[in-house]
Nanobody
Framework: QVQLVESGGGLVQPGGSLRLSCAAS????????MGWYRQAPGKQRELVAQ???????NSADSVKGRFTISRDNAKNTVYLQMNSLKPEDTAVYYC???????????????WGQGTQVTVSS
């Protein structure tokens, strides 16, 4: 079975940086895209950034110029470098992968358990 495990969250002051990591493992044939979503208390989960196997990216306007997503296809791992953090970035960050599992005829979405990011002075 496919699993996604996040790491790297924590408490940081405004203007600081964090680096999130997410590793996918299990019975995977192909990963088409990986990305990060976040959900703040009382708010809907939103897309932060995503990257496909060829390196093409999409990101929210609110994080462009501050966050950078990257991927190591050989390790099935995606990273999110978060710079110039703001209090508004405080949320639980969830890893997502769109992939084709072995023995399945179509791709699907898989989710990690989430990692807390808190930006506060």
């Amino acid at each position: 079975q496919v699993q996604l495990v996040e790491s790297g969250g924590g408490l940081v002051q405004p203007g600081g940086s964090l680096r999130l990591s997410c590793a996918a493992s299990g019975s995977i044939k192909s990963i088409y895209a990986m990305g990060w979503y976040r959900q703040a208390p009382g708010k809907q989960r939103e897309l932060v950034a995503q990257i496909n196997s060829g390196g093409s990216t999409n990101s929210a306007d609110s994080v462009k110029g501050r966050f950078t997503i990257s991927r190591d296809n050989a390790k099935n791992t995606v990273y999110l470098q978060m710079n110039s953090l703001k209090p508004e970035d405080t949320a639980v960050y969830y890893c997502n992968a769109n992939l084709l599992a072995r023995g399945v005829g179509y791709p699907g979405d898989y989710w990690g358990q989430g990692t807390q990011v808190t930006v506060s002075s």
